[in-house]
C-alpha cells in the first residue's frame, strides 16, 4: 500500500489497531460483488462503495430500454473497476486509522 503517513512508524499494539480498524470498517469485497452480480445493472455496487453520483446516474439509465444498453456495458466495466475501488477504500481507512493513532500518541506525549 501507498502510505501517506508511514505504517512503519507504528509500534506493534498500534498497527494491531490500524489492521482492526481497516478489517472492521471497509467495504466487503463478497458484498460488492454480490450487489455488482445481482442488482449491478441499477448501480447497487456503486452505492454501497460511496459513488452516488454515478449510481444514480446508472439507476436512472436503467429504467429506460435505451439506457440499459448504456447500463450493461457500463456494468461489465465496473466488474474490472471493483477491486481497485476496495483497494482505495481500505487505503483511505487506513491512512485515517495511522492519524488517529499518531495523534492519540501526541496527546499522551504532551500529557506526559
Not at 455496487?45 to 429504467?63: C, E, K, P, Q, W
Not at 471493483?82 to 487505503?91: A, K, L, M, R, T
Given at each position: 500500500?501507498?502510505?501517506?503517513?508511514?505504517?512503519?512508524?507504528?509500534?506493534?499494539?498500534e498497527?494491531?489497531?490500524?489492521?482492526?480498524?481497516?478489517?472492521?470498517?471497509?467495504?466487503?469485497?463478497?458484498?460488492?460483488?454480490?450487489?455488482?452480480?445481482?442488482?449491478?445493472?441499477?448501480?447497487?455496487?456503486?452505492?454501497?462503495?460511496?459513488?452516488?453520483?454515478?449510481?444514480?446516474?446508472?439507476?436512472?439509465?436503467?429504467?429506460?430500454?435505451?439506457?440499459?444498453?448504456?447500463?450493461?456495458?457500463?456494468?461489465?466495466i465496473?466488474?474490472?473497476?471493483?477491486?481497485?475501488?476496495?483497494?482505495?477504500?481500505?487505503?483511505?481507512?487506513?491512512?485515517?486509522?495511522?492519524?488517529?493513532?499518531?495523534?492519540?500518541?501526541?496527546?499522551?506525549?504532551?500529557?506526559n
Open positions: 500500500m501507498n502510505h501517506t503517513i508511514s505504517y512503519s512508524q507504528l509500534d506493534n499494539q498497527k494491531l489497531l490500524v489492521d482492526n480498524q481497516v478489517a472492521n470498517k471497509s467495504k466487503k469485497a463478497v458484498v460488492a460483488w454480490l450487489l455488482w452480480l445481482f442488482l449491478g445493472g441499477f448501480g447497487a455496487h456503486r452505492f454501497y462503495m460511496g459513488r452516488t453520483g454515478t449510481a444514480v446516474v446508472m439507476l436512472i439509465l436503467s429504467l429506460t430500454f435505451f439506457g440499459t444498453i448504456i447500463s450493461v456495458p457500463w456494468m461489465i465496473d466488474a474490472f473497476r471493483i477491486q481497485g475501488w476496495i483497494h482505495q477504500n481500505q487505503e483511505q481507512i487506513e491512512q485515517e486509522a495511522i492519524t488517529q493513532v499518531l495523534a492519540g500518541r501526541n496527546i499522551k506525549a504532551q500529557n
